[in-house]
């Protein structure tokens, strides 16, 4: 899809990295090795990259660093984008939905790109070992996804008592619903 979108392939893969890991700073040869390209390729979409504004870089130890531009004008937007063509949502969310009762499934955190108290949060009664098992399988990075099962009952008491976690994860705008079987529900609160 994104490369239909974008006419250069180490464009999408250096798009990729900057715009889901926008804390991190690269240099060149880091690229290179990670994204399996040729240096000169990589220099020259890094020069693009920051000739339109979404890349910066500074000189540390005698080594070029790139990072992203969070100023750029079109950042979150272009985030966006790329956060949910590199996830595959949809067909996690039917997996998850198949080991119990789920009626709603957020992501956040590592999903997102963005520092959260849980990356995946759900609504319903799920099989606990099974989603422990399939995230930790499905977890491209190897990093540990954190999550929160609740119960329906026990999810709408907390919406009714203004309960911070709740109320911050369904607040937050960039966090991503999956499934939402309680928009009756949630539009009293919010």
């Given at each position: 899809m994104l490369k239909a979108l974008f006419s250069s392939?180490?464009?999408i893969k250096l798009l990729n990295t900057f715009l889901l890991n926008t804390e991190e700073e690269f240099f060149i040869r880091e690229l290179t090795r990670?994204?399996?390209?040729?240096?000169?390729?990589?220099?020259?979409?890094?020069?693009n990259l920051k000739k339109i504004g979404l890349l910066r870089s500074k000189v540390r130890n005698r080594k070029k660093y790139y990072y992203v531009n969070k100023d750029f004008l079109i950042f979150d937007e272009l985030r966006d984008i790329f956060i949910k063509a590199s996830s595959n949502d949809e067909q996690m969310a039917r997996k998850i939905a198949k080991m119990g009762n789920v009626d709603f499934m957020m992501l956040s955190g590592l999903f997102i790109g963005k520092e959260s108290a849980v990356d995946l949060l759900i609504v319903g009664d799920i099989d606990k070992d099974k989603l422990k098992g399939y995230l930790h399988k499905s977890s491209k990075d190897k990093k540990d996804i954190k999550f929160t099962i609740i119960t329906k009952k026990d999810?709408?008491?907390?919406?009714?008592?203004k309960d911070k976690f709740v109320y911050d994860m369904i607040g937050n705008k960039k966090n991503v619903v999956?499934?939402?079987?309680?928009?009756?529900?949630?539009?009293?609160f919010i």
């Open positions: 392939n180490t464009r990670k994204l399996d390209e040729q240096i000169n390729s990589i220099r020259r979409e890094l020069d999810f709408l008491y907390r919406l009714e008592c999956l499934v939402n079987k309680l928009k009756k529900e949630l539009t009293k």
